[in-house]
């Protein structure tokens, strides 16, 4: 069973389309999340959404669109798209409440290479 | 803004060795996790520390929480080919999470 799924694995395109990533857990998690990870490794957040309500949006460009149909479900779509946006996008679940860490739970990732 | 220093940031072993990760900041957080990524896939959780002062052992890996609650380490003990991989800590705070930079382990056979 998977618990958090990402589609799709590896998206390559042109500077200037736009794109989809779309994020499905099954954990009955409350909470979903967007991170990016860079060349370096590096994973920052970008999104948080809690009951399909955003929470936390991380200064990150307005092409980035996030969506979340219901609390199982956080898409993101990218409007024209730039170098810069390659890397690596994961998206993460976690049941957040009173005493409870932020425990994540992550899809295996998108690979997106902008050409 | 709350950062965590990682170090090292590579590290390249024999197998059988021991070593040490350590996660460091001048932040109090809620709780420390330590996640373990492996190339391809996403980041998987280790453990979850919260009261300071904590050791928590994980068969070889032996995680401790700083008293303060400002930082961590992760500590290997005989280290195997399978240990290879990015480790990363992330420290609770502000409802996310904080990423370090991670800290790339090789361990050689």
């Known amino acids: 069973d998977t618990a958090v799924s990402q589609t799709p694995k590896y998206l390559v395109t042109q500077m200037g389309n736009d794109k989809s990533i779309k994020c499905e857990q099954n954990l009955g998690h409350d909470t979903m999340y967007w991170y990016k990870q860079d060349s370096k490794k590096f994973l920052k957040i970008m999104f948080s959404y809690n009951n399909k309500e955003l929470i936390i949006n991380e200064t990150v460009p307005n092409r980035f669109s996030p969506k979340s149909p219901d609390k199982a479900h956080l898409n993101l779509h990218i409007n024209s798209l730039e170098l810069g946006d390659s890397a690596v996008y994961f998206c993460?679940?976690?049941?957040?409440?009173?005493?409870?860490?932020?425990?994540?739970?992550f899809g295996p990732g998108t690979r997106l290479t902008v050409t | 803004t709350q950062l965590l220093e990682q170090s090292p940031q590579f590290l390249s072993i024999q197998e059988g060795e021991n070593l040490t990760v350590y996660c460091n900041s001048s932040?109090?957080?809620?709780?420390l996790q330590w996640y373990r990524q492996e190339p391809g896939e996403g980041p998987v959780l280790l453990v979850t520390?919260?009261?300071?002062?904590e050791v928590k052992k994980l068969k070889r890996l032996t995680f401790q929480f700083g008293d303060a609650r400002k930082d961590s380490s992760l500590h290997i003990t005989a280290a195997q080919t399978g240990d290879t991989g990015l480790y990363l800590c992330?420290?609770?705070?502000?409802?996310?999470?904080?990423f370090g930079a991670g800290t790339i382990l090789r361990v050689k056979s």
């Open positions: 992330a420290g609770e705070g502000g409802n996310k999470l904080v």
């Open positions: 932040s109090v957080f809620s709780s």
């Open positions: 993460a679940s976690s049941q957040v409440g009173q005493g409870i860490s932020y425990e994540q739970y």
């Open positions: 520390v919260v009261t300071g002062g």
